[in-house]
């Protein structure tokens, strides 16, 4: 179990600008989650995968924002047109069926957005 | 709406004092999850304790235990003995199934929790 990990961990870039993180969850995952936190607040559900498929998508989330898990391993977020509301940590997390846990969430340390 | 509060925006505790911090919760399903996260300062998200809504026993682990009243639809945490390792914010959460048949976990504010010495 090597974690949940994301890059970059920084990411400054100018508004327009388009963006792409990385998250590689545990191995034996095959659920992947992406949230969105701002400073202060709790982490907003983004979207949702279970293997390669999207099973559910915020309806917050703008057209600006697409995600993909492609084989069903590592998963990409994309900001498109990127505005300041973007700024934000992005967390990635992953889980696998365990009834005696309740299946928690791991979460990696995020990708810090800023855009200026 | 909201489906996670947590009314306590902020909490302080004495060190080795027990503290509760206030989660309730709203959904209509049968078959949902209750979490509590911890997050210190430098980040990154703990998980903490689980409760299932068809558990009949609160859960308890370690020095965490869940106060889970399910017709109040709240859910609790409770630290005993804190730590100054403690301070920390912490986040309930609920997991519910969504129409696609996966799972969607959604988190509440957040309390920040300051353990003094």
């Known amino acids: 179990d090597t974690g949940v990990s994301q890059n970059p961990r920084h990411k400054i870039t100018k508004r327009g600008q388009n963006v792409t993180f990385r998250c590689d969850p545990i191995?034996?995952?095959?659920?992947l989650y992406w949230y969105r936190q701002t400073l202060g607040q709790g982490p907003e559900f983004l979207t949702y995968f279970q293997n390669e498929a999207q099973l559910e998508k915020s309806r917050l989330l703008s057209d600006r924002f697409s995600a993909e898990r492609p084989k069903g391993s590592f998963s990409t977020l994309e900001i498109q047109r990127t505005e300041q509301g973007d700024s934000a940590m992005y967390l990635c997390?992953?889980?696998?069926?365990?009834?005696?846990?309740?299946?928690?969430?791991?979460f990696g340390n995020g990708t810090r957005l800023t855009v200026t | 709406a909201q489906k996670i509060t947590q009314t306590q925006p902020g909490m302080f505790v004495q060190e080795k004092e027990a503290v509760t911090l206030d989660c309730t919760y709203d959904?209509?399903?049968?078959?949902?999850?209750l979490f509590w996260y911890k997050q210190p300062s430098s980040g990154e998200m703990i998980f903490l304790i689980y409760q299932g809504s068809y558990d009949e026993q609160n859960a308890t682990e370690g020095r965490y235990s869940l106060n889970f009243q399910k017709a109040r639809k709240s859910a609790n945490l409770v630290i005993s003995a804190s730590q100054l390792g403690d301070s920390a914010m912490y986040f309930c959460a609920m997991r519910e199934v969504v129409h696609t048949g996966g799972f969607k976990t959604i988190f509440g504010a957040g309390t920040r929790l300051f353990v003094k010495a």
């Open positions: 997390a992953s889980s696998h069926m365990d009834r005696g846990t309740g299946s928690p969430l791991h």
């Open positions: 191995s034996e995952h095959n659920r």
């Open positions: 959904t209509s399903d049968q078959s949902y999850g």
